[in-house]
Each structure stands twice: as structure tokens, then as C-alpha cells.
């Protein structure tokens, strides 16, 4: 069983990867418009923070986590607009160095966390070990839409196993939030990872299937790619059914991106 250390380690991998990069930007880069959303940069990147920060408050006071939530409800905006007005026009450069702050410090608060844990979240409670797994989940997803709108080619590495597994444990979960039912049981799931390991999940069944890429998989249940912008292999409705609509993220019900959307930019300059 992995242990919240290493997801913590993990968590940690996957800002010090992004980290460097941000590093790079310069003004029109922060401004870059991204296929997430129309977000820019700049709003991908306070996302980021502001949900970082939303996690360390749950941590410290579940109550104050509450009260900020009806907050953000009751404002009238959008969870990006609410953002902005939170971090008060902060952006750029400032705003690089004040996630990369507070995320150093959530790893701190979470690897010396009683691993029994329950944190005050979207819809149910989650425990400490699975709030981290979400981090990670999160910041490696978001952070695509970064990478597509600089054109860079991304390096992969074996801890989205992590996110592989969320993704896997919520084939169910993914119809009911749609209203409705699973059309069978889970698909048997193998994938290849980064490091050419196999891995697989679920009863062998030569009928109900998916196979192909982790890196992939893990995009389409995070919502970063259509499945026909990838090269899975799905065999059986209940993996067609599920990789059509497949979300591994808390919270209502969301489209994937349309085919051929959530592409890189042609703008491979910073490679």
C-alpha cells in the first residue's frame, strides 16, 4: 500500500517539474490564453494556488474552510473570478513565487499529518492520503493546459500511476454524477507506463476492455483530452460508455473537451 509519504514525494516531484518552467515566462507568456477554460496562464496558475490554499485552511479549521466555501457560493461569480479578487490583481512573477511558497509549505503540513486524517472537502470528507493524491491529480492536469499553450513536449514520469488509480476507482462514480447507471462492470484496464511497466487494474475480461498508454488514460479521466484524440484501445460499452464521459475530479458532472480541442499549440519554440 503507498504510503502518504511517498505521495507526498510525489506531489512535491510534480511542482518542482512545473516550478522551473513557470520560471521561463515572461509577461506574454502569463497572458497566453489556454484551451482550459480560456483561462490564461496566469488564472491556470492562481487555480492552482488558490486550491492549494483552500486545502491548507481545511487542514488548519474545517469550519473556516466551510465559511470561505459559502463565501465563493454567494459571491455571484465564477470560482476564476473570485480568484482574481482574492489574490487582488497579483499575478506574474509575484504570483509564482507566492504558490510555489504555499505549496512547499502544504507538503510540510501533509508528510507530518496523522495519516488517519479527514479533511473538510467538496461533498464528502477525504482523508489525508487521498486529499494529497488530489493535489498531485490536479497539478499535473492543470498544468497541461500550460504545456499545450507553449508547445512544449512533456516528459512523463511513473507517479500518475497515482492518478491512474483514481481514475480507475471511479468508473462508477462517473455515471452516477451523469444521473445514471454503470451499463456493466468495470473494464479491465491494462496500460503501459512511462517506464515500460505494466500496469493493471481490474478482472481480465476479453470482451470489456481498455489498453493503451497510462499517459493517456490519465488524460482522458482528467478531462485533459477527448478519447478520440488519443490511441486507447477500448473493447465493450462500458469502456466506450465510460471514456466518453469519464471524470476522476470531485465535484458536478463536466464534458469532456471536444475532439481535436485540447491540442498543443504548432508554437514548439520553448522545446
Not at 473570478?81 to 513565487?97: D, I, N, V, Y
Request: proline share 5%.
Amino acid at each position: 500500500m503507498t504510503s502518504l509519504a511517498n505521495i507526498v514525494a510525489d506531489l512535491r516531484a510534480e511542482g518542482d517539474e512545473l516550478y522551473p518552467l513557470l520560471l521561463t515566462l515572461d509577461k506574454t507568456d502569463w497572458s497566453r490564453t489556454t484551451t482550459f477554460k480560456s483561462w490564461t496562464i496566469n488564472d491556470v496558475v492562481a487555480h492552482l494556488h488558490f486550491s492549494d490554499y483552500l486545502g491548507v485552511t481545511s487542514h488548519r479549521d474545517g469550519q473556516s474552510f466551510n465559511r470561505l466555501m459559502a463565501e465563493i457560493q454567494n459571491s455571484g461569480v465564477t470560482l476564476a473570478e473570485f480568484t482574481r479578487e482574492w489574490l487582488e490583481g497579483l499575478s506574474g512573477a509575484k504570483l509564482l513565487e507566492r504558490w510555489r511558497g504555499l505549496f512547499l509549505d502544504m507538503c510540510e503540513l501533509f508528510i507530518t499529518s496523522d495519516p488517519r486524517l479527514r479533511l473538510t472537502w467538496f461533498g464528502p470528507d477525504m482523508s489525508i492520503q487521498m486529499f494529497a493524491t488530489a493535489r498531485l491529480m490536479e497539478t499535473w492536469a492543470h498544468s497541461w493546459a500550460i504545456y499545450d499553450a507553449l508547445g512544449i513536449t512533456r516528459k512523463h514520469n511513473d507517479r500518475i500511476k497515482h492518478i491512474a488509480t483514481i481514475g480507475v476507482k471511479t468508473y462508477q462514480w462517473t455515471f452516477i454524477n451523469h444521473g445514471s447507471t454503470p451499463p456493466g462492470p468495470p473494464p479491465h484496464i491494462s496500460l503501459r507506463a512511462p517506464s515500460g511497466e505494466l500496469w493493471e487494474w481490474n478482472t481480465e475480461q476479453d470482451e470489456n476492455k481498455i489498453s493503451g498508454d497510462a499517459v493517456e488514460f490519465c488524460q482522458v479521466v482528467t478531462q485533459v483530452r477527448n478519447i478520440a484524440d488519443t490511441q486507447l484501445k477500448l473493447t465493450g460499452e462500458s469502456a466506450r460508455r465510460w471514456m466518453a464521459i469519464a471524470q476522476c475530479f470531485a465535484g458536478p458532472a463536466e464534458e469532456p473537451p471536444a475532439k481535436g480541442f485540447r491540442v498543443p499549440s504548432k508554437e514548439s519554440n520553448r522545446n
